[in-house]
């Protein structure tokens, strides 16, 4: 039997495109011939993390890839896959890594709990800790250890952005292309910009970089 919430998520659909359709007569028309965003957004599948609405951003303005506790894994086709459709066929000019404290994905690994298949996901999660145990230890207070094991998990990964073959040949290409990492309070809905940035090769340490082709 049908359930109360699953009907009015169909009706809330009909309900949505009722007003977009009463505030533009094109809008779903305007959509439909393509998209061009300038932004990939490399988020948390939390369901309190919503890209677009953090940002004030319209549909088709924010191309996005979402995962548990925002990760950028090299061996993850998937989000290779979308990060490549996004630098070279969409040809974004800037990637957002978006962490979020209270993120229950970096709560694990701060943790030896299992979670079964999580647990090979976690363990991502965990190696960024590992890089970081020895500030991480020295902060006595349990939930400002875990704001800051965020804080560090999200600049790892925009770290790991710019390791990839798809990002430096980008670079090497002269394409324009920034990469930036950002933490968002669910609690208060604001962001937190982490000041970790990167442009170009050049910004690289030598070992990380590849031999372009």
């Known amino acids: ?5 699953y009907k009015n998520l169909i009706d809330n659909n009909k309900k949505w495109v009722a007003a977009k359709l009463d505030s533009d007569p094109n809008y779903f028309k305007k959509l439909e011939k393509g998209q061009s965003p300038p932004l990939l957004w490399i988020g948390c599948s939390d369901s309190r993390v919503p ?28 989000m290779l896959s979308v990060l490549d459709y996004a630098v ?7 990637i957002i890594v978006c962490g979020h ?9 701060m943790g030896s709990k299992s979670y079964g298949l999580a647990d090979n996901w976690i363990r991502h999660i965990r190696d960024v800790y590992r890089q970081h145990q020895k500030e991480l230890g020295d902060i006595t207070d349990e939930e400002k250890a875990f704001d800051r094991f965020v804080e560090f998990n999200a600049m790892e990964q925009v770290y790991n952005l710019a390791k990839t073959s798809i990002v430096q040949n980008a670079w090497e290409r002269g394409q324009e292309l920034f990469l930036h990492g950002w933490v ?10 982490l000041e970790v940035n990167f442009s170009c090769n050049s910004q690289l340490e030598e070992f990380y970089k590849l031999g372009i082709i």
């Open 1 to 5: 039997m049908e359930s109360d919430f």
């Open 184 to 193: 968002y309070g669910v609690g208060t809905g604001i962001v937190k910009d």
């Open 51 to 78: 890209a677009n609405e953090i940002i004030g951003a319209i549909p088709g303005e924010v191309f996005v890839h979402r995962n548990i506790a925002n990760m950028v894994v090299h061996s993850d086709m998937n």
């Open 88 to 94: 070279n066929v969409l040809k974004i000019k800037h």
């Open 101 to 109: 404290y209270g993120c229950g994905g970096v709560k694990a690994a």
